[in-house]
T-cell receptor, first 115, second 113 residues
Framework: GNSVTQMEGPVTLSEEAFLTINCTYT??????LFWYVQYPGEGLQLLLK?????DKGSNKGFEATYRKETTSFHLEKGSVQVSDSAVYFC??????????????FGTGTRLLVSP | GAGVSQSPSNKVTEKGKDVELRCDPI?????LYWYRQSLGQGLEFLIY????????KSGLPSDRFSAERTGGSVSTLTIQRTQQEDSAVYLC???????????FGSGTRLTVV
Protein backbone atom coordinates (compact mmCIF):
# COMPACT_ATOMS: atom_id res chain seq x y z
CA GLY A 1 0.00 0.00 0.00
CA ASN A 2 0.88 3.64 -0.15
CA SER A 3 3.25 4.89 2.51
CA VAL A 4 5.30 7.89 3.59
CA THR A 5 8.70 7.87 5.27
CA GLN A 6 10.14 10.95 6.88
CA MET A 7 13.26 11.61 8.88
CA GLU A 8 13.13 11.04 12.58
CA GLY A 9 13.49 13.97 14.89
CA PRO A 10 13.92 15.99 16.74
CA VAL A 11 15.68 18.37 14.41
CA THR A 12 17.38 21.04 16.50
CA LEU A 13 18.49 24.26 14.83
CA SER A 14 19.52 27.76 15.76
CA GLU A 15 17.46 30.68 14.53
CA GLU A 16 18.22 31.67 10.90
CA ALA A 17 19.64 28.24 10.07
CA PHE A 18 18.67 26.37 6.89
CA LEU A 19 16.08 23.63 7.31
CA THR A 20 15.59 20.40 5.40
CA ILE A 21 13.17 17.69 6.48
CA ASN A 22 13.33 14.67 4.21
CA CYS A 23 10.22 12.87 3.00
CA THR A 24 9.99 9.97 0.57
CA TYR A 25 6.93 8.07 -0.51
CA THR A 26 5.75 4.83 -2.03
CA UNK A 27 2.61 5.00 -4.11
CA UNK A 28 0.84 3.66 -7.11
CA UNK A 29 -0.49 6.17 -9.56
CA UNK A 30 0.03 9.88 -9.12
CA UNK A 31 -0.77 11.00 -5.60
CA UNK A 32 -0.86 14.57 -4.39
CA LEU A 33 1.68 15.40 -1.69
CA PHE A 34 1.25 17.56 1.39
CA TRP A 35 3.07 19.00 4.35
CA TYR A 36 1.06 19.62 7.51
CA VAL A 37 2.30 21.42 10.62
CA GLN A 38 1.18 20.94 14.21
CA TYR A 39 2.09 23.75 16.60
CA PRO A 40 2.11 22.95 20.33
CA GLY A 41 -1.40 22.45 21.64
CA GLU A 42 -3.02 22.97 18.25
CA GLY A 43 -4.51 20.84 15.49
CA LEU A 44 -2.81 20.04 12.22
CA GLN A 45 -2.72 22.80 9.62
CA LEU A 46 -2.05 22.45 5.92
CA LEU A 47 1.32 24.09 5.21
CA LEU A 48 1.72 23.43 1.49
CA LYS A 49 0.85 20.98 -1.24
CA UNK A 50 1.81 19.82 -4.74
CA UNK A 51 -0.49 17.92 -7.02
CA UNK A 52 1.79 16.75 -9.83
CA UNK A 53 5.41 16.02 -10.64
CA UNK A 54 7.79 19.00 -10.59
CA ASP A 55 5.22 21.20 -8.85
CA LYS A 56 6.63 23.32 -6.05
CA GLY A 57 4.44 24.08 -3.06
CA SER A 58 5.32 27.09 -0.94
CA ASN A 59 3.97 28.95 2.08
CA LYS A 60 5.39 31.05 4.92
CA GLY A 61 8.90 30.70 3.51
CA PHE A 62 8.69 26.91 3.33
CA GLU A 63 9.06 25.09 0.02
CA ALA A 64 8.83 21.51 -1.23
CA THR A 65 9.15 20.14 -4.77
CA TYR A 66 7.36 17.03 -5.97
CA ARG A 67 10.14 14.81 -7.38
CA LYS A 68 8.71 11.78 -9.07
CA GLU A 69 12.10 10.40 -10.13
CA THR A 70 13.27 10.20 -6.52
CA THR A 71 9.76 9.80 -5.00
CA SER A 72 10.55 12.65 -2.63
CA PHE A 73 8.94 15.79 -1.27
CA HIS A 74 11.56 17.32 1.02
CA LEU A 75 10.58 20.38 3.06
CA GLU A 76 13.01 23.33 3.08
CA LYS A 77 13.23 26.78 4.59
CA GLY A 78 16.12 29.16 4.14
CA SER A 79 16.03 30.78 7.57
CA VAL A 80 14.04 29.28 10.42
CA GLN A 81 12.53 31.21 13.31
CA VAL A 82 11.76 30.19 16.87
CA SER A 83 8.07 30.34 15.94
CA ASP A 84 8.63 27.53 13.41
CA SER A 85 9.11 25.06 16.27
CA ALA A 86 6.44 22.43 15.67
CA VAL A 87 5.88 18.92 14.39
CA TYR A 88 5.85 18.58 10.60
CA PHE A 89 3.98 15.77 8.85
CA CYS A 90 4.45 14.68 5.26
CA UNK A 91 1.40 13.08 3.65
CA UNK A 92 0.14 11.75 0.36
CA UNK A 93 -3.34 11.37 -0.99
CA UNK A 94 -4.73 7.93 -1.57
CA UNK A 95 -7.61 8.37 -3.93
CA UNK A 96 -10.88 6.73 -3.06
CA UNK A 97 -13.35 5.67 -5.68
CA UNK A 98 -15.80 8.21 -4.34
CA UNK A 99 -13.65 11.04 -5.65
CA UNK A 100 -12.47 11.97 -2.20
CA UNK A 101 -9.05 11.29 -0.85
CA UNK A 102 -7.65 9.60 2.18
CA UNK A 103 -4.43 11.08 3.45
CA UNK A 104 -1.61 8.74 4.44
CA PHE A 105 0.77 10.41 6.91
CA GLY A 106 4.36 9.97 7.91
CA THR A 107 5.30 9.71 11.58
CA GLY A 108 6.10 13.40 11.90
CA THR A 109 9.36 15.27 12.54
CA ARG A 110 9.69 17.58 15.51
CA LEU A 111 11.58 20.81 14.82
CA LEU A 112 13.08 22.76 17.71
CA VAL A 113 14.50 26.20 16.94
CA SER A 114 16.51 27.99 19.59
CA PRO A 115 17.23 31.74 19.71
CA GLY B 1 -18.91 26.81 12.30
CA ALA B 2 -15.63 28.50 11.59
CA GLY B 3 -13.55 25.41 12.24
CA VAL B 4 -13.75 21.75 13.14
CA SER B 5 -14.76 21.40 16.76
CA GLN B 6 -14.02 18.33 18.88
CA SER B 7 -15.18 17.49 22.36
CA PRO B 8 -14.11 16.77 24.95
CA SER B 9 -10.58 18.08 24.54
CA ASN B 10 -9.37 15.69 27.22
CA LYS B 11 -10.88 12.48 28.54
CA VAL B 12 -9.57 10.21 31.25
CA THR B 13 -11.45 6.95 31.62
CA GLU B 14 -11.06 3.69 33.45
CA LYS B 15 -10.18 0.55 31.57
CA GLY B 16 -13.32 -1.27 30.50
CA LYS B 17 -15.54 1.80 30.30
CA ASP B 18 -17.13 3.09 27.08
CA VAL B 19 -16.31 6.54 25.71
CA GLU B 20 -17.86 8.78 23.07
CA LEU B 21 -15.88 11.37 21.18
CA ARG B 22 -17.66 14.08 19.22
CA CYS B 23 -16.72 15.94 16.06
CA ASP B 24 -18.56 18.93 14.64
CA PRO B 25 -17.18 19.60 11.12
CA ILE B 26 -17.18 22.80 9.11
CA UNK B 27 -20.66 23.56 7.83
CA UNK B 28 -21.08 22.30 4.29
CA UNK B 29 -18.14 19.90 4.38
CA UNK B 30 -19.53 16.60 3.16
CA UNK B 31 -16.48 14.45 3.93
CA LEU B 32 -15.38 13.72 7.49
CA TYR B 33 -12.40 11.68 8.64
CA TRP B 34 -11.25 10.24 11.95
CA TYR B 35 -7.56 9.65 12.63
CA ARG B 36 -5.67 8.46 15.69
CA GLN B 37 -2.32 9.86 16.77
CA SER B 38 -0.45 7.70 19.24
CA LEU B 39 2.70 8.79 21.05
CA GLY B 40 5.65 8.51 18.70
CA GLN B 41 3.44 7.35 15.84
CA GLY B 42 2.08 9.04 12.79
CA LEU B 43 -1.56 9.61 12.10
CA GLU B 44 -3.47 6.38 11.70
CA PHE B 45 -6.59 6.50 9.51
CA LEU B 46 -9.67 5.11 11.22
CA ILE B 47 -12.79 5.85 9.19
CA TYR B 48 -14.16 8.18 6.54
CA UNK B 49 -17.70 9.47 6.04
CA UNK B 50 -19.27 10.88 2.92
CA UNK B 51 -22.52 12.35 4.05
CA UNK B 52 -23.91 9.90 6.59
CA UNK B 53 -22.42 6.78 5.06
CA UNK B 54 -18.97 5.32 5.71
CA UNK B 55 -17.48 4.00 2.46
CA UNK B 56 -14.17 3.26 4.15
CA LYS B 57 -13.95 2.01 7.72
CA SER B 58 -10.90 -0.11 7.07
CA GLY B 59 -8.82 1.58 9.76
CA LEU B 60 -11.00 0.78 12.75
CA PRO B 61 -8.67 -1.37 14.90
CA SER B 62 -11.29 -3.69 16.36
CA ASP B 63 -15.02 -4.22 16.72
CA ARG B 64 -14.87 -2.19 19.93
CA PHE B 65 -14.62 0.89 17.72
CA SER B 66 -17.62 2.31 15.89
CA ALA B 67 -18.63 5.64 14.46
CA GLU B 68 -21.71 7.29 13.11
CA ARG B 69 -22.62 10.53 11.48
CA THR B 70 -26.08 12.09 11.48
CA GLY B 71 -27.59 14.83 9.37
CA GLY B 72 -24.43 14.98 7.31
CA SER B 73 -22.87 16.92 10.14
CA VAL B 74 -21.87 15.80 13.65
CA SER B 75 -20.00 12.53 14.03
CA THR B 76 -19.47 10.40 17.12
CA LEU B 77 -16.66 7.91 17.57
CA THR B 78 -17.47 5.31 20.23
CA ILE B 79 -14.94 3.05 21.88
CA GLN B 80 -16.40 0.24 23.96
CA ARG B 81 -14.60 -1.54 26.78
CA THR B 82 -11.61 0.76 26.51
CA GLN B 83 -8.11 -0.67 26.83
CA GLN B 84 -4.87 1.08 27.73
CA GLU B 85 -3.64 0.78 24.15
CA ASP B 86 -6.57 2.98 23.10
CA SER B 87 -4.85 5.93 24.75
CA ALA B 88 -4.10 8.44 22.00
CA VAL B 89 -5.17 11.72 20.49
CA TYR B 90 -8.20 11.24 18.27
CA LEU B 91 -8.36 13.75 15.44
CA CYS B 92 -11.27 14.65 13.23
CA UNK B 93 -10.99 16.44 9.90
CA UNK B 94 -13.42 17.59 7.25
CA UNK B 95 -13.25 18.72 3.66
CA UNK B 96 -15.56 19.62 0.80
CA UNK B 97 -15.46 18.19 -2.67
CA UNK B 98 -13.99 21.35 -4.11
CA UNK B 99 -10.99 21.66 -1.84
CA UNK B 100 -7.72 19.83 -1.44
CA UNK B 101 -6.43 19.14 2.03
CA UNK B 102 -8.37 18.79 5.23
CA UNK B 103 -9.24 21.09 8.10
CA PHE B 104 -8.41 19.36 11.36
CA GLY B 105 -9.88 19.82 14.79
CA SER B 106 -7.65 20.17 17.85
CA GLY B 107 -8.33 16.58 18.85
CA THR B 108 -9.47 14.67 21.90
CA ARG B 109 -6.72 13.33 24.13
CA LEU B 110 -7.94 10.02 25.53
CA THR B 111 -6.16 8.45 28.49
CA VAL B 112 -7.23 5.01 29.66
CA VAL B 113 -6.08 4.22 33.19
Amino acid sequence: GNSVTQMEGPVTLSEEAFLTINCTYTATGYPSLFWYVQYPGEGLQLLLKATKADDKGSNKGFEATYRKETTSFHLEKGSVQVSDSAVYFCALSDALNTGFQKLVFGTGTRLLVSP
Amino acid sequence: GAGVSQSPSNKVTEKGKDVELRCDPISGHTALYWYRQSLGQGLEFLIYFQGNSAPDKSGLPSDRFSAERTGGSVSTLTIQRTQQEDSAVYLCASTSRHLYGYTFGSGTRLTVV
